[in-house]
Structures are given as C-alpha cells and as structure tokens.
C-alpha cells in the first residue's frame, strides 16, 4: 500500500536548521515520474505550500517563503527530505509530505503529519 | 500570487441541511485547476473535488463543485455526521500554488 511517513524532531532551537523526511513505502520514488513535496499548517491556522521536488531532482519552491529552504531526494533510500534553516517560532507548524502528478496537479496523496515546534 | 478567500469562516448547520461554500479569487482560476479538501481535527486533509466539479476516488455525490473564473462553490446536499470538518480551496495552476483559509463546517 502506497504511504507517506514524515519522522524528524519534534523540537528545533531558533535560528537552527529544521530536517524532516519523508519515507515512501509502496513505490519506488526513482521508478515513476511524481512530484513529492512538503505542505505545513501552523497550529490553528490554514495550509501553506512550501515547495516540490521531481523524481529526477529538479525542485519548485513558494516564492512567498520566508524561510531559507530545500528540499532533496534519496532515490536510495526511497525517501525525499525538507531543511529550512534559521527557523523561528513562525515556523512552528504540522508539517506534512505530499505526492503530485504533475505541477498542476492536485494533492491526492498525503502524509499524517508531524508536528514540530521551534522553542528554545 | 492568487489569494483564495474562503466564505464563511465558519457554517453553523445541522445534519441534512445543505451546505454552500465559497471560495473567491484575487485573480482568474482555470477551473480545471481548482481543488476542494476535507480536513478533520488530527488528520491530514483529503482531496474531495478537483477541477472544480469532478470528485475524487471516494467522495460522496453528495459532494459537488461548481464555479469558474473567481467564484468556486462547494455543495454538501444533505449533511452528514462525518461531514462536519474544515473545508480547504485551493489553486494548482500556477507554480505558486495558494490555498484559501479554510470554512469550518460546525454541528448546530
């Protein structure tokens, strides 16, 4: 069964680099031509696109982020990764991981979510 | 960037009641790239209607999406217990992709 999984810390100090993954089990990232990338939705309030990444590499981000971000993809290990760095506690979100068809595709395929929290 | 304004903020209605949704934009949408999502507290959101009127794998017809241009519309015909959640716009056409603020749907 096709899944998506987000792991990474529940807790991130300001100003330090926020890591989460995404693990893909059902299907191989590298063998069908999908788009994967990252929604978050701050405690309360509504969602926010961050960004997107192809299968081959080539990546899309919100020109709206504030946030220093990137996102990258480990066809080895079935799994596609999110780094925001210098995070404040704006960042404090659900982050989830989603799947796409194309560019102009809608969200069919979401993670849970994992909730992280930027606090000292 | 479109800016998707949801309406009302919040639809107090009781079960079998009919639910209308809106959903406005700051530009033009085509609407083969308007979506609608259910999200229920705890859970990820789910993609109920896509190019505005075709529903997804899964949704009810008492689900339906109208609309074009600026003006998008979600219906719910006759609620149902489970329908009771929040409801998301959101536009896929440009590579900003926005999504509008959301219109909780409460238990009268």
């Known amino acids: 069964q096709l899944q998506l999984q987000e792991s990474g810390p529940g807790l991130v100090k300001p100003s330090e680099t926020l890591s989460l993954t995404c693990s893909v089990s059902?299907?191989?990232?590298?063998?069908?031509?999908?788009?994967w990338g990252w929604v978050r939705q701050p405690p309360g309030k509504g969602l926010e696109w961050i960004g997107s990444i192809y299968f081959s590499g080539t990546t899309y981000y919100n020109p709206s982020f504030k946030s220093p971000v990137t996102i990258s993809v480990d066809t080895s290990r079935n799994h596609f990764s999110l780094q925001l760095s210098s995070v404040t506690a704006a960042d404090t979100a659900v982050y989830f991981c989603?799947?796409?068809?194309?560019?102009?595709?809608?969200?069919?395929?979401w993670g849970q979510g994992t909730l992280v929290t930027v606090s000292a | 960037e479109v800016v998707l304004t949801q309406s009302p903020a919040t639809l107090s209605l009781s079960p079998g009641e009919r639910a209308t949704l809106s959903c406005r934009a700051s530009q033009s949408v085509t609407s083969t790239f308007l979506g609608w999502y259910q999200q229920k507290p705890g859970q990820a959101p789910r993609l109920l209607i896509y190019g505005a009127s075709s529903r997804a794998t899964g949704t009810p017809d008492r689900f339906s999406g109208s609309g074009s241009g600026t003006d998008f519309t979600l219906t719910i015909s006759r609620l149902e217990a489970e329908d009771f959640a929040v409801y998301y716009c959101?536009?896929?056409?440009?590579?900003?992709?926005?999504f509008g603020q959301g219109t909780k749907v409460e238990m009268k």
């Open positions: 959101q536009q896929y056409e440009t590579s900003h992709w926005t």
């Open positions: 989603v799947r796409h068809r194309t560019v102009t595709s809608p969200l069919r395929l």
């Open positions: 059902g299907v191989s990232i590298s063998s069908t031509s999908y788009y």
